[in-house]
């Protein structure tokens, strides 16, 4: 088994040795990536084995898992206060470099290049606001905070020309590239552009984890250090609450930070924040066998999994903000320390099944020094996934102040609303080319489009919606619509509301004719009184009965304007909030 395993290290060794595609230094790296790799799962086949002969515990053992304490994962309120002397600002910040991780393509978002040169709001990218955010701040404090982005060979060519606008900016920006590494045939475990010409396919970014070694590769750590920096804030670029900011609330957080991990000589911070039913898949700290480690959902057992996506025991996740000192990750990337657990991403290029191997920048908490989590709010969370956030930092919901996106204070519930949009608006133009403008969602609890949905200008949307569009048909929401609670079909102005409602009153008026006609021959009655009825819970009722009489009393003209009502196949859907207005009696005629 032992002799296998190598035999393929030798035959890989020797397919990568001549490539040259890429430097030595990563070629290094790539063989012992793999040869982790392919040591790891032979131990667990021979684990497996010993595990059918005793009994053996799972990798992770359940049982040592701690919550850690506060000394571990400090709450932010804890943090010892700085002072607000600009000066002594000035020396913390002067410590600190910005880092970005810029590898990833807004490919899943139908766009292409850089995910960070995608539109925000206001005509801003997330390169432009993290530009001048940090701009803004070297301009208040008189520090020197360069921004570096670590790219991909995705992004590296578009990167280094957008970069080109900020020449004139008050900061310094310095970009390098993490490692390029071969995707390897499953079948063989031979790097796949050793067998075939796949272009860029053939190749793959090793996950942020590749940070660290990527860093000091590219000559910019020990440029840093000799700068007398200390500490990097790594974060992803489109995590617009990762910022470095000039509102003296957001400044005095990220300096308390530097002073507690400068003062506690803490190689490590994590920023986490609670978890909500949203982020149950999201890795958590725990403390296991004495250290701090990240516990990632691919790690846990499956009879554990429902108790880890529980939000009562693991009640925080990781945002992926790390602040990491320069010189300890100096001495574990030579050390080749770093050992982080392997994530194996299978994919497949033409007609081959290949596999990519990654690492995450998180999981190297366990191999620094004093590492600790800081409980942070949820403010500094913010990314943008979906065209779903992408609505949210789009809206009234939140304002733009010097790069910084704030939370509207309007907005009275400390959780933002759920928004899950259809496949129509999961590209951006497509997405875009669907509102005339942006709803209103300060008082949105959640929101689910579907289908062939277009909206128009000045729409408010408020508590629960749904609204739906029949397959095959286009729904458009007028102008200025007021949308509360449940949609299941486009809001119908006021007009075409009287006309609906004359129809409605003529029809229960034949109706009530018909019901009188068979009276003499009714057996038995039924009589019901309904309040707050919606329309489905009502027709669930009654749709088995011949006949339905139905009488609206005391109606006020808010609700009333709201009432839509379409007949098809016995079926009736109300728009809007229903009020305690509906009296029906139904009558069984034999």
Not at 82 to 90: P, V
Not at 373 to 395: E, I
Request: some cysteine.
């Amino acid at each position: 088994m032992a002799t296998a395993t190598d035999n393929k290290l030798a035959q890989l060794s020797s397919a990568v040795a001549g490539l040259t595609q890429i430097s030595e230094n990563e070629k290094i790296g790539f063989i012992n990536l793999v040869t982790r790799y392919l040591r790891y799962r032979l131990a667990l086949v021979v684990i497996d084995l010993l595990r059918s002969y005793i009994g053996e515990e799972e990798h992770i053992e359940w049982s040592k898992i701690q919550t850690p304490t506060d000394e571990v994962v400090v709450p932010y309120d804890s943090l010892a206060p700085t002072s607000q002397d600009l000066a002594e600002s000035k020396k913390l910040l002067d410590k600190l470099v910005v880092l970005k991780l810029n590898g990833g393509l807004g490919t899943t978002m139908g766009c292409t290049g850089p995910k960070s040169v995608i539109e925000v709001r206001d005509g801003l990218t997330f390169l432009d606001l993290i530009v001048v955010q940090i701009e803004s701040l070297n301009k208040k404090y008189g520090c020197n905070v360069p921004l570096v982005l670590m790219n991909s060979f995705n992004t590296h060519d578009d990167t280094l020309k957008i970069v080109e606008k900020y020449a004139n900016h008050g900061i310094d920006i310095h970009t390098f590239n993490q490692s390029q590494y071969p995707r390897v045939v499953v079948d063989d475990f031979l790097p796949l552009p050793s067998k075939v010409e796949a272009g860029k396919d053939g190749w793959y970014p090793p996950g942020h984890g590749d940070v660290f070694p990527s860093l000091m590769n590219s000559g910019k750590l020990d440029l840093f250090l000799s700068q007398g920096k200390e500490y990097v804030f790594v974060a992803n670029s489109d995590n617009l609450g990762a910022v470095v900011d000039l509102s003296i609330l957001i400044i005095f957080f990220i300096i308390e930070i530097l002073n507690h991990l400068i003062a506690n000589k803490n190689e490590y911070c994590m920023e986490v924040t609670p978890k909500t039913l949203a982020d149950v898949k999201g890795g958590t700290l725990i403390s296991y066998e004495g250290k701090v480690q990240l516990l990632e959902i691919a790690q846990v057992p499956d009879e554990h999994v429902n108790e880890f996506k529980s939000i009562e025991k693991f009640k925080i996740f990781n945002t992926n903000n790390l602040w990491v000192n320069l010189g300890a990750i100096k001495r574990l990337v030579q050390a080749d320390a770093l050992k982080m657990e392997i994530i194996p991403n299978p994919k497949e290029v033409g007609e081959f099944k290949v596999l990519q191997l990654e690492t995450a920048a998180g999981a190297a908490i366990r191999f620094f020094d004093d590492a600790i989590g800081v409980n942070v709010p949820r403010s500094r969370f913010l990314p943008v996934k979906a065209t779903s956030d992408l609505l949210l930092v789009q809206s009234d919901l939140y304002t733009l102040e010097d790069g910084l996106v704030v939370r509207n204070k309007a907005r009275t519930n400390p959780s933002n609303p759920s928004i899950e949009l259809g496949p129509e608006f999961k590209k951006v133009g497509n997405f875009l080319s669907r509102f005339k403008s942006i709803p209103s969602i300060i008082e949105l609890d959640s929101l689910k489009v579907t289908g062939d949905v277009w909206f128009g200008a000045h729409i408010t949307l408020k508590g629960k919606v749904v609204i739906a569009a029949k397959p095959g048909e286009r729904l458009e929401i007028p102008d200025g619509a007021v949308i509360g609670n449940k949609v299941n079909a486009l809001p119908i102005s006021p007009y075409v509301c009287i006309l609906l409602l004359i129809f409605v009153v003529v029809l229960f008026g034949l109706m009530y004719m018909q019901f009188n006609t068979y009276n003499q021959e009714i057996n038995g009655s039924e009589e019901f009184h309904v309040r707050s009825l919606d329309a489905g819970d009502f027709f669930t009722t009654v749709n088995n009965h011949d006949y339905v009489a139905v009488l609206f009393y005391q109606p006020d003209s808010e609700s009333f304007y709201q009432f839509a009502y379409e007949f098809e196949e016995a079926a009736c859907a109300l728009s809007g909030d229903l009020h305690p207005i509906v009296l029906a009696k139904v009558m069984y005629p034999t």
